[in-house]
């Protein structure tokens, strides 16, 4: 299974990004998939999961902020980042949860400038 992230990028405070992750490599069935993130001298933490049925589940810290969504023709999730906060500075990782399994993508930097 192969993990492909990509929207990362530089913006300033209050402004907007979105993440896509492809994911590739498998028959897909039923899984969650989801983003993390992880602040230069902090432990990764959970953004947002999705579950292949639809069901979502967000850290608080970005509730009313965040959404996200997927497409499970195309294996890909999403997360749109609206209203966005320097302490959102992180590499956002995409994660896949499937068949007991973790997989995650290589990171994508998101800075977000004051």
């Known amino acids: 299974v192969q993990l492909v992230e990509s929207g990362g990028g530089l913006v300033q405070a209050g402004g907007s990004l979105r993440l896509s992750c492809a994911a590739s490599?498998?028959?897909?069935?039923?899984?969650?998939m989801g983003w993390y993130r992880q602040a230069p001298g902090k432990q990764r933490e959970l953004v947002a999961t999705?579950?292949?049925?639809?069901?979502?589940n967000y850290a608080d810290s970005v509730k009313g902020r965040f959404t996200i969504s997927r497409a499970n023709a195309k294996n890909t999730v999403y997360l749109q980042m609206n209203s966005l906060k320097t302490e959102d500075t992180a590499v956002y990782y995409c994660?896949?949860?499937?068949?007991?399994?973790?997989?995650w993508g290589q990171g994508t930097q998101v800075t977000v400038s004051s």
């Open positions: 994660y896949l949860n499937m068949w007991g399994n973790d997989y």
């Open positions: 999705i579950h292949s049925g639809g069901s979502t």
């Open positions: 490599g498998s028959a897909f069935s039923r899984n969650v």
